[in-house]
């Protein structure tokens, strides 16, 4: 006789049973970072930038004064405000 419930499902059920166990524990703010820890995990390019790399080109002398001169300008306010660059690319702000 074949049973209509798998062994992975079994093992699974208790480590589920006491994953929601311990999140009805949790307070809104430690829910919602739990939440957003799920769908990082969840999400396979979330997964795919979080396990990059670091970038490790070295910053040349040339490098250095360019961002210098990028800082320096956005300090003086010349920077391009986000919602421009949005609509520069057809985008919206989220709400």
Do not use: C, W, Y
Request: charged share 30%; no cysteine; glycine share 4%.
């Amino acid at each position: 006789m074949s049973s209509s419930i798998n062994e992975e499902e079994v093992i699974g059920l208790p480590d589920k049973q006491h994953a929601h166990d311990l999140l009805d524990k949790l307070d809104p703010s430690q829910l919602a970072a739990v939440v957003h820890l799920l769908e990082v995990i969840t999400d396979p390019l979330a997964r795919s930038l979080a396990n990059a790399p670091v970038e490790d080109e070295e910053i040349t002398p040339a490098m250095a004064t360019e961002l210098d001169r990028a800082r320096a300008s956005i300090e003086r306010g010349e920077g391009i405000p986000h919602e421009e660059m949005l609509h520069e690319f057809g985008l919206t702000p989220r709400s």
